[in-house]
């Protein structure tokens, strides 16, 4: 076998076990459920014996407070301020002018969604809210 070859069959074997790894780290995560500590972080070398959790999952985008917060006739800018993060964009419309009659109308749809599958999907008309909706925030 070449050189070359070696070095890339080595590669592979070391990349295929460290996916194994984290992919086992995953599943071990979710099947202690949504948010649950993956264990604990040792305290300080000075003897302090006080742990940390700490969870493999990352932190939700959106939690039941904060969606409680958020009120009719906000902006995205104060909304996202609140939350934290940007959503991501569903769905965006605009309806032109009609001239004397009507004003331009955009309206857009945002979601926020954590690992858990609980979410927040808010929808802004001239980037102000008009509603809001959540599944299973905690």
Known sequence: MSKTKETD???????LVLSALFGLAYLAAKTQGPRA????????SDGDSSAEPFSLLPPDRVT???YLRIQDGMSYRE??????SPGDELSSTTMDAIPGITPRIVTTMY???NDNGSNMNAMFQ???LISKAQFGLD
């Open 9 to 15: 069959t080595i590669m592979t074997a070391i990349v």
């Open 111 to 113: 979601s926020w969604a």
């Open 79 to 84: 909304v996202t301020g609140i939350i934290g």
């Open 37 to 44: 500590g993956g264990g604990v972080i040792a305290g300080s």
């Open 126 to 128: 001239n980037d102000k």
């Open 64 to 66: 039941k407070a904060e």
